[in-house]
């Protein structure tokens, strides 16, 4: 079974240009989040999509930062434009909550390798 | 300010030895807490997770100790072994379990080595 994909795996781009990163969570999970983490600091969650929903967007840092999740598979998150602080590993996760039978969430997230973007 | 802290960056320790590894935290709403390990170039993997209705949890090797008044969790790998060298992140949230919130706040990680 295919793990979660992300792409570009590395992207340098100018300052003022549009970044698009894509994720493709495990096939069947309703629950998909975006994380960055921004070097010398702590992964920070971004967003949490349930199928095409968005759960919790609480964690986009400003409105140049547009996600979306298509027909609840594959999520894109869009950079517009790049400053030279949104550089950083953005890390995509999945996860298919299961309560079980004790009474508690199976909620194990599966990340991605991350994107490297670097904004120069 | 982070509200989940490991004040240790790095740790080293021999193979078969115990390896523990700490997190602190200051919002008493978290209710539960994860273990993740990261490779370099790759993301992280979840290891273990405890609830704030318990106090310890156990998986092979691993085991993860909450000590809620001190606001106090630890992870042990015992034995350890090279293969566990990784970066250890800390996790918490508030609503976890309740199925409303699924927002990790995350420890800047302490990098454990084992030695052969």
């Known amino acids: ?120 | 300010d982070q509200q989940v802290k490991q004040n240790s960056p790095s740790l080293s320790v021999q193979e078969g030895r115990i390896s523990i590894l700490n997190c602190d935290y200051t919002n008493s709403m978290f209710d539960y807490f994860l273990w993740y390990k990261k490779y370099p170039a790759e993301g992280p993997t979840f290891l273990i997770s405890i609830s704030s209705i318990k106090d310890k949890n156990e998986d092979g090797r691993f085991t993860v100790f909450l000590n809620k008044s001190a606001k106090h969790l630890s992870l042990h790998i015992v034995p350890s072994q090279p293969g566990d060298s990784a970066v250890y992140f800390c996790a918490a949230s508030v609503g976890f379990l309740a199925g409303n919130n699924r927002k990790l706040i995350w420890g800047l990680g302490t990098s454990l080595a084992v030695n052969p």
Not at chain 1, 44 to 61: I, T
């Open chain 1, 1 to 120: 079974e295919a793990g979660v994909t992300q792409f570009p795996s590395h992207s340098v781009i100018e300052k003022g240009q549009t970044v698009t990163l894509r994720c493709d969570p495990i096939s069947g999970h309703d629950n998909l989040y975006w994380y960055r983490r921004v070097m010398g600091k702590e992964i920070k969650f971004l967003l949490h999509f349930v199928k095409e929903s968005k759960q919790d967007e609480s964690g986009m840092p400003n409105n140049r930062f547009l996600a979306e999740r298509t027909g609840g598979t594959y999520s894109t998150l869009k950079v517009q434009p790049a400053e030279l602080e949104d550089s950083g590993v953005y890390f995509c996760a999945s996860s298919q909550d299961l309560f079980d039978l004790g009474g508690a969430w199976n909620t194990e997230a599966f990340f991605g390798q991350g994107t490297r973007l670097t904004v120069v």
